[in-house]
């Protein structure tokens, strides 16, 4: 055998196994901008009072509230908004609420319903109570926890300094339209009001 032939044989066949460190699969894709650009789309508007176990902020401009009749199911938890052309004929049904827009730490963004005093001006502290927590919560972090002793929530404040939320690009009227758009009662003949009036 040859020098040139020893020196063939003597090197290891090229290995199969892919390299790790191929720069085809580390190096940064030119359409990275395009990627790091994804904007998440808010597909779900949850309605319910915050959890007592989370820090939240109301939308400090006063066009993202709004007065509403709401029929709530406490079996589900669930709220419906009534159509104005309805409340004529569902005295009785539905209880007078304002939707906050809210957002807590995690970025998940919320309606919080509030009942409206009675028309006689009368209010319960657990009402009470949650306006003033929402009105707070316009310019500082706070969470709300049911005290039921004292008959109302507690109020707390977040003493470390935390940034401000980010609010989605939208409207309140979209806002409104992703939380009810499965729960808007524009019809008596809606599945609600027929269970509510014990019709089939």
């Known amino acids: 055998m040859t020098e040139l032939e020893k020196s063939h044989a003597g090197r290891e066949a090229p290995s199969s196994v892919p390299d790790p460190f191929d720069l085809g699969n580390l190096r940064l894709s030119q359409s990275f901008t395009e990627t790091a650009g994804v904007k998440k789309l808010l597909t779900i508007v949850p309605v319910r009072k915050p959890n007592p176990q989370d820090w939240v902020r109301v939308h400090p401009g006063s066009e993202y509230r709004e007065n509403f009749p709401l029929i709530e199911l406490k079996d589900e938890r669930e709220e419906y908004v009534v159509a104005a052309s309805l409340v004529p004929e569902l005295v009785g049904e539905f209880v007078s609420k304002t939707l906050y827009t809210t957002v807590n730490r995690q970025g998940v963004v919320s309606l919080w319903p509030v009942r409206l005093p009675d028309p006689d001006g009368r209010e319960m ?62 019809s008596m003949d809606h599945p609600v009001i027929k269970r509510l009036r014990g019709l089939p």
């Open 125 to 186: 502290e657990w009402h009470r109570s949650a306006r003033e927590a929402a009105e707070l919560a316009t310019t500082r972090w706070v969470r709300c926890k049911a005290n039921r002793s004292l008959g109302a929530y507690e109020i707390f404040q977040a003493e470390a300094c935390i940034a401000e939320p980010t609010w989605p690009d939208l409207t309140f009227q979209e806002v409104i339209r992703i939380a009810f758009r499965d729960r808007l009662i524009t």
